[in-house]
């Protein structure tokens, strides 16, 4: 299959830890959880079902599938450089009394000692409604009681609503990179890259 390159705009946005907005208010219906090796699955959905339809799912092919996040999620809390006090997960609870995973977000520690942000996600029936704030607090605030002063993510530039919220909750940004990837030659017509 013919293939051609494409490149996508990402931004490296960073926050300081020491003046971080307060925590909101506790969300009807949601819950927010540690990190736990059992909710692992359950990182995996969430990530999934957050992912699978946006287009960090053709710069991250693996976010495109429900094996590729489980396995994203086995190697992410493996590392030693993994933080899990700020790796979180949230859960909503339906009328029906239902469960079901809606949110996740894990941490790591990069190479210049700032806590690293990595697939932080809300599933589409449950954006905007606080949870996404929240959740970013919680990491957020994880990485603060690891002790870390900064932290920072990469964030795909055409997703102005993600990039909206972590302005308005003080992050900056500091570097704009561009992504290679390999389309099928027939995705990038479609995408307007040819």
């Known amino acids: 299959m013919a293939t051609a390159t494409t490149y996508y705009k990402r931004y490296r946005m960073e926050i300081g830890l020491d003046r971080l907005p307060a925590a909101g208010e506790a969300l009807a219906c949601y819950r927010f959880r540690p990190w736990s090796p059992k909710l692992l699955e359950s990182h995996a959905q969430a990530k999934h079902l957050s992912f699978r339809d946006e287009m960090d799912s053709i710069v991250f092919s693996c976010l495109a599938h429900r094996e590729g996040c489980r396995t994203l999620m086995e190697r992410i809390s493996a590392r030693s450089n993994f933080v899990p006090e700020a790796t979180w997960l949230v859960e909503h609870r339906n009328e029906d009394d239902r469960v079901t995973p809606c949110g996740t977000v894990q941490g790591l520690v990069d190479a210049q000692g700032l806590g690293s942000i990595q697939n932080f996600a809300v599933t589409p029936p449950h954006r905007g409604r606080g949870v996404g704030t929240q959740l970013l607090y919680c990491g957020l605030d ?52 040819e």
Do not use: C
């Open 142 to 193: 994880g990485f603060r009681r690891a002790g870390l002063r900064r932290a920072s993510l990469e964030v795909t530039a055409e997703n102005m609503p993600a990039v909206r919220l972590y302005q308005r909750l003080g992050f900056t940004i500091v570097k704009t990179l561009y992504r290679m990837i390999q389309v099928p030659y027939s995705d990038a017509l479609i995408m307007g890259q």
